[in-house]
């Protein structure tokens, strides 16, 4: 289930309030800032900063 383009424009990353999208496996959600990834689960985005895991 893809997350939809409005509920991406409003999303933000709780830590550091910077700019997401959706990573290319649709496995999670990136900040373009901090490089926190929040993952999805079942279609649902999971924006809790001790859930996100930090990307190289």
């Known amino acids: 289930m893809a997350i939809s383009k409005e509920?991406?424009?409003i999303l933000v990353?709780?830590?550091c309030k910077g700019e997401v999208q959706v990573k290319p496996d649709n496995l999670g959600i990136k900040c373009l800032q901090c490089r926190r990834v929040y993952p999805i689960r079942d279609g649902i985005p999971v924006m809790?900063?001790?859930e996100a895991k930090i990307e190289g």
């Open 7 to 9: 509920l991406l424009e």
């Open 48 to 50: 809790l900063i001790d």
């Open 13 to 15: 990353c709780p830590f």
